[in-house]
């Protein structure tokens, strides 16, 4: 079978790894790949966004099997031109794709079907963001609708924080279009899970749970990014999971088939478990990142046989089994993340480190010059380290980042700490 895999990080490095380990995988292509995925894979320069292209691609080699990683393509309707070509792919349709694409939709949805959530408002002018503001009082948090790269979202925990907000938002535009309207919202307090699942539209795969740390900095301090790091499983009690299935997940899969909006891929919950019970902060239309480095480990079999049942609509009776060891990714990002940061820099180290038992190294932001792998910027590495326990995990992991070096280099060393 020959799969294409759409994206270029440490997620879709995580999937060629995965599935270059499948039976009945024979050749992997992925477009636009990285350095780190040529081992695994065949790399394709083709953009992610670039999806006639990537359909015309398909198509011309008989790919089996499409699998997307980010969200941009599937917003701009991806899966619906590999339908149209009869091309089996797991991803939404672009339809599908708003609950990512709109956090404006999302929280209509939530409304709309009683699925518990920040309480908020959708507005559209400084006037109505100053009110709803008023109304719900500090700490208050402001959403941009569109996508913005997990920068679109601003916790106002005082009255000067809110007046920056507006001006940030409505008069300097500082979210574009994105911010057209904007989420105002209550803030949410308590622990954060990643919970996602895989559905062909009617069927639920619940995939392992995770916990990502998105803030910069040690202790949940600096500026929001990507993701750090994450750990799995995420120390989630099963009642609150069967909540979050059964309220949020469930609900919202039944609307979009209600509304026929086509769903056929991974629908990932950002909820906050608050002391009234699971609460949604976001839906993405795909794997979480960094999520994924840390959840495919520890999938026991196969990954291909559910991903292409998601596809064809044929998840009816397959479910995923996973490992009872646990897993802990530690992002390396370059010097300036989340801002505009640097390139070229060499790094050393990484075969040292994937010669460490239980540790894995899956590539980002990286590039070849003259047969050298420099830094390309952003999210650089992913180190993860599989463990017995989450304690042993984190050993394994750290263990990694320690071999590996690259000027200016970026890590929290408190990734998993207060779960372990
Ligand atoms: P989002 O892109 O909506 O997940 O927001 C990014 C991050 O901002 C989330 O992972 C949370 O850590 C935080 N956040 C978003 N909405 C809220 C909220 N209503 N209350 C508290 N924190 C929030
Ligand atoms: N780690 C959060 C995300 O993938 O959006």
């Known amino acids: 079978m020959r799969v294409l895999i759409v994206g270029s990080g440490a997620r879709e490095h995580t999937l060629a790894w995965k599935l270059s380990r499948a039976a009945g995988v024979d050749e992997i292509y992925v477009a636009p790949g990285n350095p780190g995925m040529a081992g695994v894979a065949e790399v394709v320069g083709i953009a992610a966004d670039a999806i006639v292209e990537l359909a015309e691609f398909a198509a011309s080699l008989k790919i089996d099997l499409t699998v997307v990683g980010p969200e941009l393509p599937l917003v701009l309707g991806i899966a619906d031109e590999f339908a149209r070509r009869g091309l089996p792919i797991v991803g939404p349709s672009r339809a599908g794709a708003e609950v990512e694409g709109s956090k404006a939709f999302t929280k209509e949805l939530c409304l709309r079907c009683g699925i518990p959530t920040a309480r908020g408002t959708v507005v559209r002018d400084r006037r109505e963001a100053a009110a709803a503001a008023a109304s719900l009082g500090v700490p208050v948090v402001f959403k941009a609708d569109g996508l913005a790269a997990g920068k679109g979202v601003v916790v106002c925990r005082t009255a000067e924080e809110v007046d920056a907000a507006l001006v940030r938002f409505f008069e300097e535009r500082a979210f574009g279009a994105a911010a057209e309207r904007v989420v105002v919202e209550e803030c949410l307090a308590g622990e954060e899970v990643s919970f996602q699942v895989l559905t062909d539209g009617t069927t639920v795969v619940p995939l392992a749970t995770a916990r990502d740390y998105k803030r910069l900095l040690d202790g949940d301090t600096g500026p929001n990014t990507g993701g750090m790091g994450a750990v799995s499983p995420a120390a989630l009690p099963a009642d609150v999971a069967a909540a979050i299935l059964r309220d949020i ?172």
């Open 249 to 420: 997940v469930q609900p919202a899969l039944a609307e979009l088939a209600r509304e026929g909006r086509s769903y056929r891929g991974v629908l990932y919950a950002g909820v906050m478990v608050t002391a009234d019970g699971p609460k949604l902060l976001e839906f993405n239309c795909r794997l979480g990142d960094p999520e994924t480095q840390a959840v495919l480990p520890r999938l026991d079999g196969d990954l291909l046989p559910l991903l292409r049942a998601a596809a064809l609509g044929e998840l009816a009776g397959l479910r995923a089994t996973w490992k009872r060891e646990a897993t802990a990714c530690v992002v390396l990002a370059s010097a300036g993340y989340p801002g505009s940061s640097r390139r070229g820099e060499a790094i050393t180290g990484v075969a040292d480190a994937l010669a460490l038992p239980g540790v894995l190294v899956f590539q980002a932001g990286t590039a070849l010059e003259d047969g050298q792998l420099v830094t390309a910027g952003g999210r650089v590495l992913s180190v993860v380290g599989q463990g017995a326990t989450l304690a042993d995990a984190l050993a394994a992991a750290y263990a990694g980042v320690e071999r590996i070096h690259f000027e200016g280099m970026q890590f929290r060393r408190d990734i998993g700490r207060s779960l372990a």
